[in-house]
């Protein structure tokens, strides 16, 4: 919903379904108990070389200031940009592999004994996870005139401004980011 301010200025309000997440791959902390083994204290964990996928399931509610260039007969441009606000509905880590233990995260220092185990899993970490997130959003794009109505192409990047884990000691601290084209079409609502 785009409404009017000033002639060349708006206020842009969305609903977006936003799947993020991202890949790790290789040597990387293992942040679950592992049976067999001793707990460590906070913040030092065991290491192995597996394959590690997140994916988060947002829906975020952008609210931008909009600023359209002056009247084109049939082309048009503007920017845009301000806060968003997302609320995580489902967040999950795939992993897969096999690989020894190790106590270093250069992989020189094998658990002796131990044999290699298996990180084949779908977890479910939503309650992990701040269910809100805070950042901020903008870009810019081009509107082609038809009629009353228009056709758009929309280019945007977002960052988030909240740490996405509750546990920022041992589960670390990362921030959502991402980039957008989006293609439409607005109509005008009397």
Not at 33 to 58: E, V
Not at 117 to 124: E, R, S
Not at 125 to 130: H, M, R, S
């Amino acid at each position: 919903v785009d409404v009017g301010l000033t002639r060349n200025v708006s206020l842009q309000f969305e609903v977006d379904y936003a799947p993020q997440g991202g890949k790790r791959n290789g040597l990387q902390p293992v942040t679950q108990p592992i049976p067999g083994l001793p707990a460590l204290p906070a913040g030092q964990y065991y290491f192995a070389n597996f394959n590690n996928t997140a994916k988060l399931n947002y829906l975020e509610f952008p609210v931008m200031l909009k600023y359209r260039a002056r009247k084109q007969k049939r082309v048009g441009f503007y920017v845009n940009g301000g806060p968003y606000f997302g609320y995580l509905l489902k967040a999950t880590t795939v992993t897969s592999g096999i690989s020894p233990l190790y106590l270093d995260n250069a992989g020189t220092m094998p658990i002796p004994g131990f044999p290699p185990i298996p990180f084949d899993a779908k977890t479910d970490v939503t309650d992990d996870l701040n269910r809100w997130n805070v950042g901020l959003t903008g870009g810019g794009g081009l509107t082609f005139k038809q009629k009353d109505n228009y056709f758009f192409v929309d280019g945007r990047a977002a960052y988030g401004l909240t740490t996405l884990q509750k546990d920022t000691i041992n589960d670390g601290k990362s921030r959502t980011g991402n980039l957008v084209i989006s293609f439409g079409y607005a109509f005008k609502v009397k």
